[in-house]
């Protein structure tokens, strides 16, 4: 199985810990990523702010890098919606096709193709879950509250599997926090109440590490609690994971799924 | 004003900002309460969205098969293609009657044709009789939401208005005794008013009956007591078959407001004896939003306001930040069909977070074709320069992996070196006046990569 | 062109594709007077169950003690009503008691028909409303309730409770503009 690992911009420059993470989390689950060098972004940035069209020529080169993947895998839902949902202004060759199927969120790629529900590890704290709207409704990584009362998700089920982790429970379970990538500066007002009054609801019931599957997300949220000093670390899920997991004995490796085929 | 512009101003109020929030997450609540006890909510939505979508697909069909039934009911029907062949249409039924007061139960169309100067400077005397409309009137403001028209206001912004116009005592802010006021006052509106419009929420094609719903009963009681009924409704109101009432009914409270169905749901299809009914079907741009396949099933809408109690941005701007008859996402991809200029900054007041597709009743993707509008906002040349300039330079940067190693580099060590007073000045940065940005580290993930690679 | 031929035309060039239109629909549910009590309770109204022989009057006398204005045509009438009769008499209504034909269990609704008003307005107009009901006549759903209403005639009214709003900072007030109080009475 040849899994290419996306790194997004962000993460890549400020925040490599996260890619790391990934990185070393993935090897210990059996699975050997490749990091192309070529890589840049998804083009969501362009195309949320309404420039699909300027966009396409990195569609393509996101598609170019990783169409020689069995798997594309992300620590970013948001980037792996985008990749899914909007490639479809290009023409849809058998790369596209093949490169939109088989893009995976890490959690995403983690639950449904290596089929782990539950990780070993220990990590005693308290930890306050962001579910990120784009993996949560877009990709339906976790119950949507719009549907049902039931609070369950890929990540919170790996997340209470680790032992000594508690999760909180949030006054509001999947409010967004406000990123929503060029809206944070153009619509700052707006964006900076969000994310204070999400961490204000992780601080009210007790969070000490608070975590998310998606970077993004987290930069921002990370900036409010940082800007107002609050007892709180934020840390990507894959951090987390990757800290309370052990290391393997070489030989655990033995994983062998099949690749995606892509329709035509 | 844009919308950011229009909501930092809401914001900058932090405390007001917070109740208002609270109020209307505590709306979405009730929503969800009320939506978990039904089963075969999600089978509602999907039918909801089909009927209406079948009847968007013959909806000329249905219009003049509407159109029948109701003149055989004795009801005349009237025909505006636009906001002021409406408001030319009501006046003329007005002075055709002799008639110089009217009262109006809620109508967002009515405010979407701005009728009320359009009569009072035609000299009649307007009277809206739903609470939170009268509430607003009053104060000469637009409503600030589809279903709570006077959300953005307190009890003591309200009692202060009601102390002015109603002579209620100066310091009064019980909900309770406000409402008693204007009751009394609204009463005696009733018992005068000779004409009365209401809104329309269904038109039963085979029928011919407008269906009106009220938690007040001031459509009812406006109807009921006055010589002439006047409904004004938006072509996109039809529903096929009384029977569809079912499916409507069942969704509308419940995600408008979390009960299980309004007080008054009532259905009118002709006059009592000796009284005149008429009804006002008007385009204003649906028909060239029907022509629009990517944005035309916003059609859909049966302006429950769902969508507006679930934004996390309507709920912490405000309706007035949106500047549109309807606020909130619904409002954000109704307005750029009728003036994408003006509007251009509604389809980017959103993190398209989904909530508002998830919620809506009747299935509109609205977070999708907040994406859509964007893409033609950008084409049509109505995006700012600066973000059109920036997307195409980002847009080079990222076709080139070479550039773009260089640029992540230099911003990266840009960030390290720099003072933070400089990378963290609000005037240049605004993502710096709230939050800090990441501390850069000293070496970046495909740095570290390269040395793995070696390392193996 | 009128308006009206140029909107239709419009209509017709900008239609999309024809799709079907799905089945009416039924999810069947629980028909109870329990169910119908608890959601009309839930809505501020109120369920009083008759004794079978207990006249209406007695009843509408306990409930109402100092109603001097009754409207009815199901028992004695204080104020005698029809489509003629002039505003500033309903206005004076304390109770108006007329028969609901159909209460929906799900919501608290019931259906109330031109016929049965006496007045079109007086069921909003009256201080207080009592509508008499055949707990036989109790549906799950509204889809059982406009199967069985079938055509909702020339006018006619599901009544849910009580006048009500919410309008001034969401606190909710019973008595907006019509009735300040409902009771049902189920025979």
Redesign the interface.
Known sequence: MKVGLF?P????????????AT?QLLEKLGVQAD?P?????C?Q???????????K??Y??FVDTFAGYDYVVAPSGSCVYHVRK?YDVVEQTGAVQHVRQSTFDLFDFITTVLGVTELPGRFPHQVGLHLS??GQ??LHQAN??????VRDGQLSRLLRSVDGLTLTELN?ND??C????????????????????RVQDHLLNGTEVLTGGDMSCL??L???V??RQLPMRVMHAAEIFNAALPQPSPSVSTFVPQPIVAES | MS??QR??AF??D?ER?TWH?E?L???RQKR?KAV?AI??F???RQ?AS??K????????EY??QFEQNARA?GVQVH???DAA?HNRIVLDIMRGVGATSLVKSKSMLTEECHLNPFLIKNGIAVVD????ER?VQLREEAPSHLV????H???ED?GETFHVHLGTPKGEKD??N???A??QH??EK??IGQVAITGVNFA?AE?G?VVVCT????A??G???AQVHIACMG?EKLI????????F??LLARSA?G????????????P??GRAMHIV?V?NGR??Q??R?DF?NSLKCIRCGACMN?C??YR??GGHSYDFTVPGPIGAILSPNIDMRQHSTLP????????C???CPVKIDIHAQL?KW??????EGE?PAS??LG??L??T?????GI?RFG??I??EG?RLLPHGLTHAAAFN??A?????????K????????E?VVKL | M???E???A?????????????P??D?GGEATVEQFAH?LH??GGQVIRLAADQPLEDAIRQLFPDAGRVASDLMPSTVPVD?QTP??VL?AVDVAVLRGELG?A????VWVPEANML???L???AQHLALVLDHENIVA???????A???????????????????????L?I?????RSLVVLLR
């Open positions: 790194i911009c962000y993460i890549d420059q400020f925040y490599p810990q996260v890619g790391i990185y990091f060098r070529q890589q840049t972004c083009g940035p362009m195309a949320n702010t309404g420039c699909e069209q300027d966009a020529p990195v393509h080169h909007h709207c784009h409704r877009g949507e509250s719009e549907m049902t009362p509001r409010e967004c406000g990123f929503g990538g060029t809206f944070c500066i153009t619509e700052e007002a707006v964006s900076a109440r969000m994310g204070q009054d930069m921002h990370e900036g409010i940082r800007r | 919308h950011p909501a930092a914001t900058s932090a900002t929030d109020t997450w505590f709306v969800d978990y089963p075969e999600q089978q509602l039918l089909d009927i979508e079948h009847t968007l697909s013959r909806l000329d219009l003049e009911n025909w505006a293609a062949e009789t739903d609470l939170g509430i709570l028209p006077a959300i206001l307190k009890k309200v909900p309770q406000l409402t008693e204007a009751r609204l009463r009733f018992l039963v029928t009956a938690n007040e009963g001031n009812d009681l109807v009921n007591l072509m096929p078959r009384t029977a569809d009432l079912g499916v009914t069942r407001t009960q299980p169905v309004t007080t008054y749901t009532s259905h009118f299809a002709k009592a004896e079907i385009d028909t060239r029907l022509g396949p035309r679930t996390p941005v912490r701007s980017f007041a959103s993190t398209l977070c989904g909530s597709t998830d919620v994406y964007r893409q033609i906002i950008a084409q995006l973000k059109k997307m195409k980002l847009s940067v990222l076709a080139h992996p773009y992540g580099k911003a990266r960030l605004p993502w006046k709230a939050r800090e940005l990441p501390e850069p580290p070496q970046s993930f495909r740095d570290w990569y390269a793995q | 009128s308006s009206r140029s909107i239709l419009a209509v017709r060039r900008n239609r999309p594709e024809p799709t079907p239109l799905p009416v629909a999810f959601w839930f809505i489509q505003t500033a206005e929906v799900e919501n608290g609704a007045h079109r307005a069921p909003m107009i759903t509204m889809h059982q309730a406009y199967a209403v079938q055509h909702t005639g020339n006018y006619g009214v599901f009544i849910a409770g009580p006048s009500k709003t919410a309008d001034i900072e969401q606190s007030v008595g907006a503009h019509g009735a």
